[in-house]
Nanobody, 125 residues
Framework: VQLQAFGGGLVQAGASLRLSCAASGRTFSSYVMGWFRQAPGKEREFVAAVSRSGRSTYYADSVKGRFTISRDDAKNTVYLQMNSLKFEDTAVYYC???????????????????WGQGTLVTVSS
C-alpha cells in the first residue's frame, strides 16, 4: 500500500482542520492506520491510530479530546479531524500504516513501516 496525505494549511488558533490520507492498493483494510507529526527542531511523535475495524482508537495525551481519527475503507482513506487547534500543533503531519492480522485490537503507537509524505499544518497564535 502507498499513502498520500493532504489537507494541511494555515489556520488560526482555535480553528479546525481535517487531514486526509489516501491509500492505494486493494488491501487497505488489512492495515492499522496512524498519524504522526514532526514539529520544527523536534523528533517525530505519535498522534493517533485506528484499528482495522475502525472501532478502536488510540491517541497521544496532547491531542486527546481535540483530535479524532477515523477511516473509510470504501474510499481507502483515513482522516484526522483536528479541533481547537493550538500553536503547538504546528508540524508536518504524516500518515503511516502497518499490517495486522488482528481486526479490532487497540492499535500501537509503534511498528509502522509504511509512510506517506507529510502535509504541513501551521497554527497561528
Amino acid at each position: 500500500v502507498q499513502l498520500q496525505a493532504f489537507g494541511g494549511g494555515l489556520v488560526q488558533a482555535g480553528a479546525s482542520l481535517r487531514l486526509s490520507c489516501a491509500a492505494s492498493g486493494r488491501t487497505f483494510s488489512s492495515y492499522v492506520m496512524g498519524w504522526f507529526r514532526q514539529a520544527p527542531g523536534k523528533e517525530r511523535e505519535f498522534v493517533a491510530a485506528v484499528s482495522r475495524s475502525g472501532r478502536s482508537t488510540y491517541y497521544a495525551d496532547s491531542v486527546k479530546g481535540r483530535f479524532t481519527i477515523s477511516r473509510d475503507d470504501a474510499k481507502n482513506t483515513v482522516y484526522l479531524q483536528m479541533n481547537s487547534l493550538k500553536f503547538e500543533d504546528t508540524a508536518v503531519y504524516y500518515c503511516a500504516a502497518y499490517f495486522s492480522k488482528f481486526v479490532a485490537v487497540t492499535p500501537n503507537s509503534w511498528g509502522y513501516d509504511i509512510w506517506g509524505q507529510g502535509t504541513l499544518v501551521t497554527v497561528s497564535s
